[in-house]
């Protein structure tokens, strides 16, 4: 049973900056891309960013790119989010996603398995 464990949530001020955590277990961490999404409320689930099985292959939503960094480390089954020059419009609950395949992608639909999320909240 794949399990994503995602950590590194909290209260930030503007500006500042966090680092999520999602550790995966349950199949082959290594065979799979993952993603990281978001949801503010009232709005729609909204790809961050996603990163092929080996790392080489990156896509960014463009609001994203520049602040955001995805990244994964397959000896340790865990994938990271560096989040860089926070803005209130940043908060959120955050979360991390297996996809089905090796690909990287910005569809919601090709992840099999999802954390829980973990609060992200910018204050001004």
């Known amino acids: 049973q794949v399990q994503l464990v995602e950590s590194g949530g909290g209260l930030v001020q503007a500006g500042g900056s966090l680092r999520l955590s999602c550790a995966a277990s349950?199949?082959?961490?290594?065979?799979?891309?993952m993603g990281w999404f978001r949801q503010a409320p009232g709005k729609e689930l909204e790809c961050l960013a996603s990163?092929?099985?080996?790392?080489?292959?990156?896509e960014y939503a463009y609001s994203m790119k520049g602040r955001f960094t995805i990244s994964r480390d397959n000896a340790k089954n865990t994938v990271y989010l560096q989040m860089n020059s926070l803005k209130p419009e940043d908060t959120a609950v955050y979360y991390c996603?297996?996809?089905?395949?090796?690909?990287?992608?910005?569809?919601?639909?090709?992840?099999?398995?999802w954390g829980q999320g973990t609060q992200v909240t910018v204050s001004s």
């Open positions: 349950g199949r082959t961490f290594s065979s799979y891309a």
């Open positions: 996603a297996e996809a089905s395949n090796s690909y990287s992608s910005s569809w919601s639909r090709n992840y099999d398995y």
């Open positions: 990163i092929n099985w080996n790392g080489g292959t990156i």
